[in-house]
């Protein structure tokens, strides 16, 4: 059997709404699955001004706006008009990316037709409650995930510290790893632009500590915050640079005030805002990968990072960066402070980030997932 044998239906809970790391790879995906001459239909939540242009046909699912969110939208099921489409289309694959209810319908419908199912695995939903003074559902919501990613035939995560946590959370037995590629045209240290700095009110010989994604809470906004605050109460000389936008963007400016706001970029924009920054702070743990951090590491700034999945499996403690315990300003601000002093430490371990960023390849890790598709296939004729 060859990719040209697939007829894939794929489920996103956001695949063009808005821009993050999960519906970038699922559009990458898609893209590099259609090269390959494999059938591909997407089904996702759709609105009128979508963030940007899909790969591949798309299917519009029901769903609602998020309360208080209302950039993001949740499937609620399979209605007549899609399971009509599923039928026409006839897939020999299925292809969830969201544990919403759609895809939670959808593998019961692969199911009962003895189709198999790949989930792939982005964001530790399972963490989100925690950052909304909810953390008491988070037993509830790994209970909800288990039951579901135990229904497909086998999972792809990004990163090697995801599949353990996967593991330890016995979400399944057979996890492959799908990793992330980073567009070195895009992302790399000669993007660095001196002029652009100094229009942010930047000077040459500021120290700019960088948080990029997109301003939600879940992000660890408020352990950044913290952390700047400490490093201001040592009086360690940085400037503060965010690139991204999003709802708790005027918590974010308020409690951090004198920080650089540079908005949403995108593309080259993004390149270039990145590479002009100093150094790269992610205190995250919902990311199963951290394709910002890979992007930090491509445009050769060294990373201070939380030491949770994702980035734990990127950053080499002491060699490209520092991993951190989550959760720690204080830890935080230590490791910072040195990037902070020394420019040979900077310039030496971002160097050293960039060279290992060079290795990762979109082709060569999206044949991963085609690999998984022909083998799960096999395994269900044999």
């Not at 993004?270 to 951290?290: K, M, Y």
């Amino acid at each position: 059997m060859n990719a040209s044998d697939l007829r894939i239906a794929m489920f996103s809970g956001n695949y063009n709404m808005t821009v993050d790391g999960a519906n970038k790879a699922l559009n990458r995906l898609a893209e590099f699955l259609l090269r390959q001459g494999v059938t591909l239909r997407v089904y996702s939540p759709t609105i009128d001004t979508p963030a940007f242009e899909p790969q591949g046909d798309l299917v519009s699912l029901p769903s609602v706006p998020i309360p208080g969110r209302s950039e993001y939208r949740v499937p609620y099921g399979l209605n007549d008009e899609v399971r009509r489409d599923l039928e026409d289309f006839r897939p020999n694959m299925m292809h969830i990316s969201s544990p919403d209810f759609s895809a939670r319908a959808a593998v019961e419908w692969a199911r009962k037709r003895d189709i198999p199912v790949l989930g792939s695995v982005h964001t530790r939903f399972e963490t989100y409650p925690r950052y909304y003074k909810l953390g008491f559902l988070e037993p509830l919501v790994e209970t909800y995930l288990r039951n579901l990613y135990r229904k497909c035939d086998a999972l792809v995560t990004p990163s090697q510290s995801m599949v353990d946590t996967l593991h330890e959370q016995r979400m399944h037995r057979d996890i492959s790893i799908w990793s992330r590629g980073v567009d070195r045209t895009i992302f790399h240290p000669s993007k660095r632009d001196m002029e652009w700095r100094r229009a942010q009110g930047l000077a040459d010989d500021d120290v700019a500590i960088v948080f990029l994604g997109r301003l939600v809470m879940e992000k660890g906004l408020d352990i950044f915050a913290d952390t700047i605050v400490e490093l201001r109460k040592e009086q360690v000389p940085h400037k503060v640079l965010v690139i991204g936008d999003g709802p708790a963007r005027g918590w974010f400016e308020k409690t951090l005030p004198g920080g650089t706001f540079v908005g949403f970029q995108g593309g080259a924009d993004l390149g270039r805002a990145l590479a002009s920054g100093d150094i790269f702070l992610n205190p995250s743990v919902t990311e199963t990968f951290g394709n910002v951090t890979l992007e930090a590491m491509a445009c050769g700034l060294p990373v201070v990072a939380a030491g949770a999945t994702g980035s734990a499996s990127l950053v080499e403690d002491w060699e490209t960066g520092r991993l951190v315990e989550a959760g720690k300003p204080r830890e935080f601000a230590e490791a910072l402070s040195p990037y902070c002093k020394n420019p040979e430490l900077r310039a030496r371990h971002g160097e050293a980030g960039a060279r290992a960023a060079s290795e990762y390849s979109w082709d060569a890790i999206n044949q991963v997932v085609v690999d998984t598709y022909l083998r799960l296939l096999e395994q269900r004729k044999a």
